[in-house]
């Protein structure tokens, strides 16, 4: 079993959706959690950073870390077709980015 | 665009052959990082540099090796290459020695896409 798991979809939206992508993992030492977005034959950048449980917001996106349930999620409101791409998930234990784990990437769609 | 540049985009060649990626990393960044990303297997990372010494090892075989020059650009040598080995190879670099734990941004190339026929 992967340490964190992620649906490859694809996930088709329509333009205005709100997007829901989520992760869940295993080991409990994660501390430290990230989403990535990768459009096509481009490098991951990072959208969402947060630290332990909770939500995090910005913009149109929430980060929203459940602990308990070692699950995480992304929102997306107001969808828009730029925003198509896939997102990664990925988390740490404190240190450097040697020790992130990524998962395997949600690739989403909206539709105008 | 990120300000890491890694050259080639992309990369056709044989069985059994060595090539050699590329990367420049953003301007004033002492740490790369070469992450191997399969279909399968997500972002899996390989080896880490700061400022022209091995930090880290991740999952690199003994068939792949790397180095950082004195100028901080890097270099990932494959060799003895397999079927297995096509995926996209990426470079990241970040500030120091990228510590997540102080949100230290690690920033990705565009990547080279190999594939081995």
């Not at chain 1, 828009?80 to 990925?90: E, K």
């Not at chain 2, 590329?22 to 990303?37: A, F, K, T």
Request: hydrophobic content about 30%.
């Amino acid at each position: 079993q992967k340490e964190v798991e992620q649906d490859p979809g694809p996930l088709s939206v329509p333009e205005g959706a709100i997007v829901s992508l989520n992760c869940t993992y295993s080991n409990s030492a994660f501390q430290y959690f990230m989403w990535y977005r990768q459009y096509s034959r481009k490098g991951p950048e990072l959208l969402m950073y947060t630290y332990s449980s909770g939500n995090k917001e910005d913009g149109r996106f929430t980060a929203q870390v459940d602990k308990s349930s070692k699950y995480i999620s992304l929102f997306i409101r107001d969808s828009q077709p730029s925003d198509s791409a896939t997102y990664l998930c990925a988390m740490t234990r404190p240190g450097g980015y040697q020790k992130v784990t990524f998962g395997t990437g949600t690739k989403l769609q909206v539709i105008p | 665009d990120s300000g890491v540049t890694q050259t080639p985009k992309h990369l056709i060649t044989a069985t059994g052959q060595r090539v050699t990626l590329r990367c420049s990393p953003r301007s004033g960044d002492l740490s790369v990082y070469w992450y191997q990303q399969s279909l399968d297997q997500g972002l899996q990372f390989l080896i880490q540099y700061y400022n022209g010494e091995e930090r880290a090892k991740g999952n690199i075989l003994e068939r792949f090796s790397a180095q950082q020059f004195p100028d901080l650009h890097s270099e990932l040598n494959l060799s003895s290459l397999e079927l297995g080995d096509s995926a996209l190879y990426f470079c990241a670099s970040s500030v120091g020695g990228g510590q997540v734990d102080t949100n230290t941004e690690a920033f990705f190339g565009q990547g080279t896409r190999l594939t081995v026929v």
